[in-house]
């Protein structure tokens, strides 16, 4: 269960880890994204062999764990310069665990979009909003409604990410 959990609340960090507003191109190059939530504070009374499972259920869905200190995620994201034109949402883990976006909107600089799960494991909707406040950062939130294994969650993360450097290095995009 704590691993379903731990993925599913990355994939929180990752349904609006790149959204891009209408009026406003995000800079293309390195970001950190830092998410924030309840359920990461979990993360420091899971064992470290079950945290080993986590990081190789993760590695399974091409994610990286990032690092997770009282209730914090911080990691990076590469964003490219066709991803920054394109202003669209880029398809993540969302689809690899069973959820497809629906209703996205733009509205100037802000963004909204809904993922509906639908596997064996994540039953539920996503809703994730974002506001990019310049080119070079963004703040947004996200709350999911359904069952994780069949536990019954409703839970909500604060999002923001700032852009670091034009250079990605070893940080592949999306």
Not at 66 to 95: D, F, H, R, Y
Not at 127 to 139: K, P
Request: aromatic residues 6%; contains cysteine.
């Amino acid at each position: 269960m704590q691993k379903k959990l731990l993925l599913f609340s990355l994939t929180l960090l990752t349904a609006t880890t790149l959204t891009h507003g209408a009026d406003i191109n995000v800079r293309p190059g390195l970001w950190q994204v830092m998410t924030s939530s309840d359920l990461l504070l979990l993360v420091p009374h899971i064992p470290a062999d079950q945290m080993q499972s986590i990081n190789d259920l993760a590695k399974e869905y091409g994610l990286e764990l990032p690092q997770i200190e009282m209730g914090a995620a911080v990691s990076q994201a590469c964003i490219t310069q066709e991803m920054s034109a394109q202003k669209t949402l880029p398809v993540l883990t969302q689809n690899a665990l069973g959820c497809v976006t629906k209703n996205a909107s733009r509205t100037g600089n802000s963004y909204k979009a809904e993922f509906v799960c639908d596997s064996p494991d994540l039953k539920g909707n996503i809703f994730a909003e974002a506001t990019i406040t310049d080119a070079e950062s963004f703040t947004g939130k996200t709350q999911f409604i359904g069952a994780a294994q069949g536990n019954d969650l409703n839970e909500e993360a604060d999002i923001g990410g700032k852009w670091i450097n034009a250079d990605c290095g070893a940080v592949k995009p999306f």
